[in-house]
T-cell receptor, first 114, second 112 residues
Framework: NAGVTQTPKFRILKIGQSMTLQCTQD?????MYWYRQDPGMGLKLIYY???????DKGEVPNGYNVSRSTTEDFPLRLELAAPSQTSVYFC?????????????FGEGSRLTVL | GESVGLHLPTLSVQEGDNSIINCAYSNSASDYFIWYKQESGKGPQFIIDIRSNMDKRQGQRVTVLLNKTVKHLSLQIAATQPGDSAVYFC???????????FGKGTTLSVSS
């Protein structure tokens, strides 16, 4: 299994440009998450999804959009990039069992907006 | 020795000591808790988790304790090693399928 795959790993955008961060998992997990992590800070939840066709806002959703048309894919869209969106973005999927679970992270996508 | 306290942004210990990292959560309905470790320049790495129907769970050199009464979670690392140096985050979620929110991290520094 490949786990959680994020692309691209690095990207530089100009202010006002748009782009999509891709996230794919091959573990058939229902729950998926997008986080951003600013330098020296913790993970902030942007959006999450509990299954195909269902998405919800997290702590910091402004400036982003997501979709979940399939169980495998959970892309994050930036429509008008701003310098404040310079960050490292992590996608994750969650497996929850009766008494345990595990959150699998992608390797991260480093985005710089100039 | 051990270092205990409410959430501290940094914790420094000697190699071989036991470490305790604390986390307070706010949502009394939270059902599932996870501890993560993040080394510099890397993504978060799963350490251990616990459901709200448990008070304690043990892994290899790590133990997570959950006190639902005071909404407090702790991670105990036995015989701390230099390789344990990292930022440690706790995360909580309500019933499965709700938002998974991360707390503020604690930077653990282990000196030889």
């Amino acid at each position: 299994n490949a786990g959680v795959t994020q692309t691209p790993k690095f990207r530089i955008l100009k202010i006002g440009q748009s782009m999509t961060l891709q996230c794919t998992q091959d573990m058939n997990h229902n729950y998926m998450y997008w986080y951003r992590q600013d330098p020296g800070m913790g993970l902030k939840l942007i959006y999450y999804s509990v299954g195909a066709g269902i998405t919800d806002k997290g702590e910091v959703p402004n400036g982003y959009n997501v979709s979940r048309s399939t169980t495998e894919d959970f892309p994050l869209r930036l429509e008008l990039a701003a310098p404040s969106q310079t960050s490292v973005y992590f996608c994750a999927s969650l497996r929850v069992l009766q008494n345990t679970g595990e959150l699998f992270f992608g390797e991260g996508s480093r985005l710089t907006v100039l | 020795g051990e270092s205990v306290g409410l959430h501290l942004p940094t914790l420094s210990v000697q190699e071989g000591d036991n470490s305790i990292i604390n986390c307070a959560y706010s949502n009394s309905a939270s059902d599932y808790f996870i501890w993560y470790k993040q080394e510099s320049g890397k993504g978060p790495q799963f350490i251990i988790d616990i459901r709200s129907n448990m008070d304690k769970r043990q892994g290899q050199r790590v133990t997570v304790l959950l006190n639902k009464t005071v909404k407090h979670l702790s991670l105990q690392i036995a015989a701390t090693q230099p390789g344990d140096s990292a930022v440690y985050f706790c995360a909580e979620t309500g019933q499965a399928g709700t938002a998974l929110i991360f707390g503020k991290g604690t930077t653990l520094s282990v000196s030889s």
